[in-house]
């Protein structure tokens, strides 16, 4: 989960770090990769931290990316700056799986990138799915329905299950079931995570249909108005999340016991889920906003135990 504060920050404009990235001499580019990680996505680079050998390389090379790319709408406000990251990026892929050294721009992402793909088997219509889907809602902040939401899901989180599975050399069709459910489960979640910042991030994240549905405008959401129509609002998607992931742990058996730790991301989930339930799916409760530790000696017991 993006750290929201952060997202503000860069949603009033930093310098443009694609072509050149300054770094010092003395930071590796897996060390820029987690700190990237780590202060937009930090749930996940705990979870990542977990992971052995190459599986944490690739899924270092992943998140990292997948980062990069979820930045660009918050640094822009012309969309068609935005088009033109995103682009870079996707020339970014092409050029790594040319595997030859002198095409890959001297980025410490796509140089952690190039070098997975060095040691493993990744599918490149993933990483360009990561990057196709943030191009598609680059010009608009909302989506029209739960549907387009899901599929949103399944490109920017799903396809990083299926890259890490790939780094473990996990092709397993339990395994991609799983991770698409997980993925769907985190990305409808993140959503209702980023509510209370409507108004800051210039999104609605509530469906079309769902507003419509419940009587709601999108005014209500960027107002951070409060009501028992948005409260059966937040319920309804609430429930869609909370069946994805249970439908991904219903899966454990099926997942091979090695790639296991990959879903672990699916303990913050749950995390998340479950203290909006105790607050009655009021989204903007305070409670949901303080920082939450538990998840963490969950997330240890998961791993020690080989489940998520």
Same mark, same amino acid.
């Given at each position: 989960?993006?750290? #929201?504060?952060?997202?503000?920050?860069?949603?009033?404009? &930093?310098? +443009?770090?694609?072509?050149?990235?300054?770094?010092?001499?003395?930071?590796? @580019?897996?060390?820029?990769?987690?700190?990237?990680?780590?202060?937009?996505?930090?749930?996940?680079?705990?979870?990542?931290?977990?992971?052995?050998?190459?599986?944490?390389?690739?899924?270092?090379?992943?998140?990292?990316?997948?980062?990069?790319?979820?930045?660009?709408?918050?640094?822009?406000?012309?969309?068609?700056?935005? &088009?033109?990251?995103?682009?870079?990026?996707? /020339?970014?892929?092409?050029?790594?799986?040319?595997? +030859?050294?002198?095409?890959?721009?001297?980025?410490?992402?796509?140089?952690?990138?190039?070098?997975?793909?060095?040691?493993?088997?990744?599918?490149?219509?993933?990483?360009?799915? #990561?990057?196709?889907?943030?191009?598609?809602?680059?010009?608009? @902040?909302?989506? @029209?329905?739960?549907?387009?939401? /899901?599929?949103?899901?399944?490109?920017?989180?799903?396809?990083?299950?299926?890259?890490?599975?790939?780094?473990?050399?996990?092709?397993?069709?339990?395994?991609?079931?799983?991770?698409?459910?997980?993925?769907?489960?985190?990305?409808?979640?993140?959503?209702?995570?980023?509510?209370?910042?409507?108004?800051?991030?210039?999104?609605?994240?509530?469906?079309?249909?769902?507003?419509?549905?419940?009587?709601?405008?999108? /005014?209500?959401?960027?107002?951070?108005?409060?009501?028992?129509?948005?409260?059966?609002?937040?319920?309804?998607?609430?429930?869609?999340?909370?069946?994805?992931?249970?439908?991904?742990?219903?899966? #454990?058996?099926?997942?091979?016991?090695?790639?296991?730790?990959?879903?672990?991301?699916?303990?913050?989930?749950?995390?998340?889920?479950?203290?909006?339930?105790?607050?009655?799916?009021?989204?903007?409760?305070?409670?949901?906003?303080?920082?939450?530790?538990?998840? #963490?000696?969950?997330?240890?017991?998961?791993?020690?135990?080989?489940?998520?």
């Amino acid at each position: 989960m993006f750290n #929201l504060r952060n997202k503000l920050l860069y949603s009033t404009g &930093v310098k +443009d770090t694609i072509s050149v990235v300054k770094k010092p001499k003395s930071t590796s @580019n897996v060390e820029y990769c987690l700190d990237l990680i780590k202060q937009y996505d930090y749930e996940n680079f705990v979870c990542t931290l977990l992971l052995k050998n190459t599986a944490r390389s690739c899924a270092i090379a992943v998140r990292s990316l997948n980062v990069e790319v979820a930045k660009v709408k918050e640094q822009t406000s012309d969309p068609k700056i935005g &088009v033109m990251r995103l682009q870079f990026w996707e /020339e970014t892929v092409d050029k790594c799986f040319t595997k +030859d050294p002198r095409n890959v721009p001297q980025h410490p992402v796509a140089v952690q990138l190039y070098k997975s793909l060095m040691n493993s088997r990744l599918s490149k219509h993933h990483f360009l799915n #990561l990057i196709s889907c943030r191009k598609q809602y680059l010009p608009q @902040n909302y989506f @029209n329905n739960l549907e387009d939401l /899901e599929k949103y899901a399944e490109k920017s989180m799903s396809s990083v299950y299926y890259l890490i599975f790939e780094g473990m050399d996990i092709r397993n069709i339990h395994a991609d079931h799983a991770a698409s459910h997980l993925g769907k489960a985190q990305g409808i979640t993140q959503q209702l995570r980023i509510a209370p910042f409507a108004k800051q991030l210039n999104t609605i994240p509530i469906p079309q249909d769902l507003l419509i549905k419940h009587n709601l405008s999108q /005014e209500d959401i960027l107002r951070g108005k409060s009501s028992k129509n948005l409260k059966e609002c937040v319920y309804e998607i609430a429930s869609r999340a909370y069946q994805h992931l249970m439908k991904a742990r219903s899966l #454990l058996q099926k997942v091979p016991a090695k790639g296991r730790d990959a879903l672990l991301p699916a303990v913050p989930v749950y995390n998340y889920l479950d203290r909006l339930q105790k607050v009655d799916y009021e989204i903007l409760h305070p409670d949901l906003q303080k920082k939450s530790r538990m998840w #963490l000696f969950h997330l240890w017991i998961s791993h020690f135990q080989n489940k998520y």
